[in-house]
């Protein structure tokens, strides 16, 4: 058996910042604030602060439409 101690698990953030959560969905700090501006994706302001929960962040991701594309023609 060995000695070693588990590593305690990192605490869950409870709010990211525009930036963690643009990092999430792999898209850029301005792509958000743009998404964010049109009402398509819910953030919170705390002062000057803005933050984003991220159940809202995986909410906005499940609900994109895939790519689809058109059948090719004969």
């Given at each position: ?27 850029g700090r301005t792509t958000l ?7 398509q994706i819910v953030s919170v ?13 995986e909410a906005y991701a499940v ?12």
């Amino acid at each position: 058996m060995s000695n070693v101690e588990a590593l305690p698990a990192p605490p869950l953030r409870v709010l990211l910042t525009v930036e963690e959560a643009a990092d999430r969905l792999r898209i850029g700090r301005t792509t958000l604030y743009g998404l964010i501006g049109a009402g398509q994706i819910v953030s919170v302001r705390i002062g000057r602060l803005r933050r984003l929960r991220p159940v809202d962040v995986e909410a906005y991701a499940v609900g994109l439409s895939p790519i689809t594309t058109a059948p090719e023609e004969a």
